[in-house]
């Protein structure tokens, strides 16, 4: 499974940016399908999770502003970032993962991409 990320870049406090993150590979038994964010020096935290049945969880920084959604037509995991604020300057990260019986946890991140908020 390869994951790329896209979408970052500078936005003003109050803006919009939409990350995507394409996933190719097989992608059978996928169920782990979550974004991160990793601010340099800390621990990388998670900011949204979507599960197959599309049920969504959030960071309680990002609740109400953010929205994760998944096109599994085209394979592709999306983060809408509202009302942005300069707390949310980050590498943005997204991840996915699957048990298979018989295997360890497979875990795949994308290459990050920086998103910049200015106030």
């Known amino acids: 499974v390869q994951l790329q990320a896209s979408g970052g870049g500078l936005a003003e406090a109050g803006g919009s940016l939409r990350l995507s993150c394409a996933a190719s590979?097989?992608?059978?038994?996928?169920?782990?399908v979550a974004w991160y964010r990793q601010v340099s020096g800390k621990q990388r935290e998670l900011v949204a999770s979507?599960?197959?049945?599309?049920?969504?969880n959030y960071a309680y920084s990002v609740k109400g502003r953010f929205t994760i959604s998944r096109d599994s037509a085209k394979n592709t995991l999306y983060l809408q970032m509202n009302s942005l604020m300069p707390e949310d300057t980050a590498v943005y990260y997204c991840?996915?993962?699957?048990?298979?019986?018989?295997?360890?946890?497979?875990?795949?991140w994308g290459q990050g991409t920086q998103v910049t908020v200015s106030s």
């Open positions: 590979g097989s992608l059978h038994s996928i169920d782990v």
């Open positions: 991840r996915m993962g699957r048990v298979r019986l018989g295997r360890p946890f497979e875990e795949y």
């Open positions: 979507i599960t197959p049945g599309f049920n969504t």
